[in-house]
């Protein structure tokens, strides 16, 4: 396969609501922030989501519970250590977000900016979603990269993206009270038909669009899976006063 253009991926980005960049991140690089992330989890260095806070499917019922303290993100990437903070603001993804945007890019620490750890046994499956549905920006257009710092496969819990649906104008009926897309509905389980998981190596990245559906399964192999994720957008595009999104400081590239 060649080697897609800066530009191409971003046009792939736009028709398709994510693209795959592999080996955008040397192995010395992955391999010193899956370090860090390794003794941040080690140590259970706050601020720290547990699966138990969020409860999705497989996740333990409360903290009391056996592998109450699995850890879903470590949050706050950027703010938790200089490797994760150069990697959120390198001129590669600077220059990525800028031709995405086509003006300045800007760095959320209100979405998602940490470390996914999804773990053997307690780490629980993500259904279908939009990341946009708890997110308030004047325009649903932001893009997050994730970066794989080990193998990511449909085993050990990957994602799962629907290529297109990111443009799809779903009406509300079409997701459940907590937003996530209906899997029961015939209409739905074609656009689900469609999903793709790309298998990743440490150092490939996807970004993708805020409105893009995806899901993740539970991690059926022995090792804890870490991927480091931050979302961007443009300087234009202000989180609404008030809102969660609004609620941390933002970082200009
Ligand atoms: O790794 C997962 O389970 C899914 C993560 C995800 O989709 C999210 O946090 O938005």
């Given at each position: 396969?060649?080697?897609?253009?800066?530009?191409?991926q971003?046009?792939?980005?736009?028709e398709?609501g994510?693209?795959?960049?592999r080996?955008?991140?040397s192995?010395?690089?992955?391999?010193?922030?899956?370090?860090?992330?390794?003794?941040?989890?080690?140590?259970?260095e706050?601020?720290?989501?547990?699966?138990?806070?969020?409860?999705?499917?497989?996740?333990?019922?409360?903290?009391?519970?056996?592998g109450?303290?699995?850890?879903r993100?470590?949050l706050?990437?950027?703010?938790?250590?200089a490797l994760?903070?150069?990697w959120?603001t390198?001129?590669?993804?600077?220059?990525?977000?800028?031709?995405?945007?086509?003006?300045?890019p800007?760095?959320?620490?209100?979405h998602?900016?940490?470390v996914?750890?999804?773990h053997?046994?307690y780490?629980s499956l993500?259904?279908?979603?939009r990341d946009?549905?708890?997110w308030?920006?004047?325009?649903?257009?932001?893009v997050?990269?994730w970066?794989?710092?080990?193998?990511?496969?449909?085993?050990n819990?990957?994602?799962?993206f629907?290529?297109?649906?990111?443009?799809?104008p779903?009406?509300?009926?079409?997701?459940d009270?907590?937003?996530?897309?209906r899997?029961?509905?015939p209409?739905n389980?074609?656009w689900?038909?469609?999903?793709?998981?790309p298998?990743?190596?440490?150092?490939d990245v996807v970004?993708?669009h805020?409105?893009?559906l995806?899901s993740?399964?539970?991690n059926?192999?022995?090792?804890?899976?870490?991927?480091l994720?931050y979302?961007y957008?443009?300087a234009?595009?202000?989180?609404?006063?008030?809102?969660?999104?609004a609620?941390?400081p933002e970082?200009k590239?």
């Open positions: 396969m060649s080697v897609q253009s800066k530009k191409e971003v046009q792939a980005l736009r398709r994510f693209v795959i960049v080996g955008l991140v192995p010395e690089r992955c391999a010193a922030i899956k370090q860090v992330a390794e003794q941040q989890l080690h140590a259970a706050a601020p720290l989501e547990f699966e138990a806070d969020l409860r999705y499917p497989g996740a333990p019922e409360s903290k009391d519970a056996p109450g303290h699995t850890v993100r470590l706050d990437a950027y703010a938790r250590h994760y903070r150069e959120a390198s001129p590669e993804i600077a220059g990525w977000m800028e031709l995405y945007f086509g003006e300045e800007v760095l959320s620490r209100a998602h900016n940490c996914m750890t999804k053997p046994r780490g993500t259904g279908w979603h946009v549905r708890y308030s920006f004047e325009r649903d257009d932001l997050s990269v970066l794989a710092l080990g193998p990511e496969t449909p085993e819990g990957g994602l799962w629907v290529p297109g649906s990111h443009d799809a779903f009406t509300s009926d079409r997701f009270a907590a937003k996530f897309f899997a029961d509905l209409d389980k074609t689900i038909d469609r999903a793709i998981s298998t990743l190596q440490a150092g970004f993708f805020c409105n893009t995806h993740a399964g539970q059926q192999s022995e090792q804890v899976k870490f991927s994720v979302t957008h443009g234009s595009n202000v989180p609404l006063p008030g809102t969660r999104s609620s941390k970082v590239l």
